[in-house]
Nanobody
Framework: QVQLVESGGGLAQAGGSLRLSCVASGRTSSSQTMAWFRQATGKERDFVAAISWSGGSYYYADSVKGRFAISRDNAKNTAYLQMNSLTPEDTATYYC????????????????????WGQGTQVTVSS
């Protein structure tokens, strides 16, 4: 089992930045892929970004390319999501997820590819 705890959410103005963190504990070897998803009120949970164990492979949803950056520090069992140029459309609860395998974008963007989830952290962007 892997436990995930997100932090770093809050209120930001449009054009601003936030950095989310996700700390993994437990069987961290099962977190080969770490990913971020988000869910706005009344909408489905959407893929944001994913990163491999080494950090050398990653991909993003088109909606955040060029603005968000995913990274990880395995020594700290932590994944990060640096969010820049925020817009009100980025307002959502952001969830960290982990999986024991590395996926291509086709599978890594799917919710059911990830057995481990955090509780979420709220990000609100004001205009």
């Amino acid at each position: 089992q892997v436990q995930l705890v997100e932090s770093g959410g809050g209120l930001a103005q449009a054009g601003g930045s936030l950095r989310l963190s996700c700390v993994a504990s437990g069987r961290t070897s099962s977190s080969q892929t770490m990913a971020w998803f988000r869910q706005a009120t009344g909408k489905e949970r959407d893929f944001v970004a994913a990163i491999s164990w080494s950090g050398g492979s990653y991909y993003y949803a088109d909606s955040v390319k060029g603005r968000f950056a995913i990274s990880r520090d395995n020594a700290k069992n932590t994944a990060y999501l640096q969010m820049n140029s925020l817009t009100p459309e980025d307002t959502a609860t952001y969830y960290c997820a982990a999986a024991p395998d590395w996926f291509s974008l086709k599978y890594g963007s799917r919710i059911n590819s990830y057995p481990y989830w955090g509780q979420g952290t709220q990000v609100t962007v004001s205009s």
